[in-house]
């Protein structure tokens, strides 16, 4: 430290003014992209297929705003929440020190991650072909009253027409829901082993119980683990929520654009209202996401920004060096 | 500023033996690791102990064994006379349900080396958490005793920085801010100034031996020769799973009687 002091004394050398580096790839790169720009907004204009006046004049009519209300956003909404509640307490059951729980757990997890989305729509949305009644009451009732004699022994406390309640939206959202719910243990799972161990050895030092120490400190610190993956589970949910075309579910955005396409034989032009629209529902999903997870980082955020603040300040304070411009 | 003594009804039990904590043939393994090789120890009501010893040889074990945050294999710990996670019954020792050894820990504050605060709470909300939650205290006068406690550990002006924000000692000591407002009637202290810089060790210690001279029963995982020396009333040195040595802090540090003893008070003094 002292020698640079004493060079400090001597005649500062002149700032440096070196030729930059060349970078002939990246303009050979806009080039190329530009060509390649305008031969996609080429197709968009000239190809008669894209059908857009025709487009435009269908994808806002009223029942495919209905549909994208209730079939797409709304089944968002639900099913993550569903799935998001579901899936927290699956992932504290697999974390449990009860074998049965965490057995339970497992299997849950095992079985819906294995069956495909599409598949376990299908199957949902035909499940009225295995009972055509869903009742409750007590199980094994006609058998129990076999052994002792008494013929067709009925003991329902109260039921459902599988045709009244598994209408093509609860078949939906209980198929999604549940499958979401065990991408969601898994999501939530990884987020509690994040947190440091002794987290919880000071929860449980200050005598909380398992509880509380999963509430007030896990969980909370988990969040941030949780929450990006969680973002990205909504989105895929948003999209997913097409598959309900094969529950069916019509009051949906997918079913209504392709029913229109099919019954016009303008198909093409109604898929491209698909993407614009599924383009702009994830959109906004992304924008929430980014604003959830500043939320979540508070504490460790802070710190990143104190941090940040004492940089600028140590920055201003050397003069505007360098690291100025790097705030 | 004298206003966290030991409560009154720690002493009470505790009065009529003068022990808050007996161990009598505590053993601990991890798998076929023999950590702890059956410590006997007694520490009377306001009391200082030091647990000085290399690392490996289970002081910090048995100081987590007290709390039960360990299962002990063998041995029996009482605090303050109540056998810590098991219930005698009939001859037979019965584990205690989660709640029971939760409600157990209430009264035994401890300290860790990591500090462990919730980084997602402010101080004043790291100290207020489990006396609101666990103790259904009363918000506001939670608040206020928290306050209090921050004031006299030198954080007045910190209560509302979170965690990371605070420097290491100053963590550490909201820490035992957040263990002295359960009102425990022994405190537990795991290394509690080795996670720090050399400059920010004193402000801990100080915050420690003014606990000390309040009458807290306090047991000290340390490496801090002179805290034992000035402030212990008794010191106990293990190595290998085992008390090899123990008595008045200045004498054994003075005139240690073991090799062991000598060999390790040789290296850190």
């Known amino acids: ?327 | 500023m004298s206003e966290l003594t030991v409560p009154s009804q720690a002493t009470a039990p505790a009065a009529e033996s003068g022990l808050m904590v007996q161990a009598e043939q505590v053993h601990k393994s991890f798998g076929h690791l023999e950590v702890l090789k059956g410590i006997d120890l007694e520490v009377r009501s306001g009391e200082v102990c030091c647990l000085l010893g290399p690392s490996g040889s289970g002081k910090s074990t048995f100081l987590r064994c007290i709390n039960h945050l360990e299962k002990i294999n063998a041995g029996r710990i009482r605090v303050d006379g109540e056998l810590i996670g098991y219930r005698e019954h009939g001859g037979k020792l019965h584990e205690l349900r989660q709640k029971e050894v939760a409600a157990q820990r209430r009264s035994i504050g401890m300290v860790f080396q990591r500090f462990n605060l919730f980084p997602h709470m402010t101080a004043l909300e790291n100290v207020i958490e489990a006396p609101v939650r666990v103790k259904r205290e009363p918000k506001a006068a939670a608040r206020e005793r928290a306050e209090a406690l921050l004031a006299r550990v030198g954080l007045g002006d910190k209560m509302g920085n979170y965690p990371g924000q605070l420097s290491g000692g100053q963590q550490q000591r909201v820490a035992i801010a957040r263990a002295l407002a359960m009102q425990p009637k022994l405190m537990l202290f795991d290394e509690p100034t080795s996670a720090l810089d050399p400059e920010l060790v004193g402000e801990v210690l100080d915050v420690m031996k003014d606990l000390a001279r309040d009458g807290m029963t306090m047991i000290v995982v340390t490496h801090e020769i002179g805290f034992a020396r000035e402030v212990g009333d008794s010191l106990v040195f293990m190595d290998g799973g085992v008390v090899v040595e123990q008595g008045n802090p200045r004498e054994v540090i003075a005139n240690p009687q073991h090799d062991r003893t000598k060999a390790f008070l040789a290296k850190v003094l």
């Open chain 1, 1 to 327: 430290m002292k020698s640079e002091e004493a060079t400090t004394v001597r005649a500062r050398p002149e700032p440096i003014k070196a030729v930059p580096v060349r970078h002939p790839g990246r303009w050979i790169t806009v080039a190329v992209l530009a060509v390649l720009a305008a031969m996609f907004v080429h197709v968009l204009v000239t190809n008669k297929a894209f059908n857009w006046s025709f487009m435009v004049d269908k994808m806002f009519r009223p029942p495919i705003i209905e549909g994208l209300l209730r079939g797409t956003v709304l089944m968002t909404v639900l099913a993550m929440l569903i799935g998001v509640t579901l899936g927290v307490l699956i992932a504290i059951m697999r974390l449990s020190d009860n074998p049965i729980l965490r057995g339970v757990g497992w299997l849950y997890t095992w079985f819906f991650r294995a069956v495909p989305r599409l598949v376990l729509l299908a199957v949902f949305g035909n499940i009225g072909i295995l009972w055509s009644r869903i009742e409750f009451g007590v199980p094994f009732d006609t058998q129990l009253g076999q052994l002792f004699g008494i013929d067709n022994l009925q003991l329902r406390l109260f039921g459902f027409s599988s045709r009244d309640i598994l209408t093509g939206f609860m078949a939906g959202l209980l198929g999604l829901a549940l499958s979401e719910a065990a991408y969601m243990a898994e999501i939530v799972r990884a987020g509690i082993q994040s947190v440091d161990g002794g987290q919880t050895e000071a929860a449980q030092a200050l005598g909380m119980s398992r509880g509380q120490l999963l509430r007030r400190v896990v969980l909370p610190q988990a969040m941030r683990v949780i929450i990006p993956p969680t973002g990205n589970e909504t989105i895929a949910m948003l999209k997913d929520t097409s598959l309900l075309l094969y529950v069916p579910v019509s009051v949906e955005l997918f079913f209504q654009l392709d029913a229109v396409g099919k019954r016009t034989f303008q198909i093409f032009p109604m898929y491209v209202a698909a993407c614009l629209w599924y383009l702009f529902l994830t959109s906004i999903l992304l924008a929430g996401q980014y604003f959830l997870e500043r939320h979540f980082g508070k504490g460790y955020d802070q710190t990143q920004r104190a941090r940040d603040r004492l940089r600028t300040i140590t920055a201003e304070q050397g003069g505007g060096g360098g690291q100025g411009a790097a705030g």
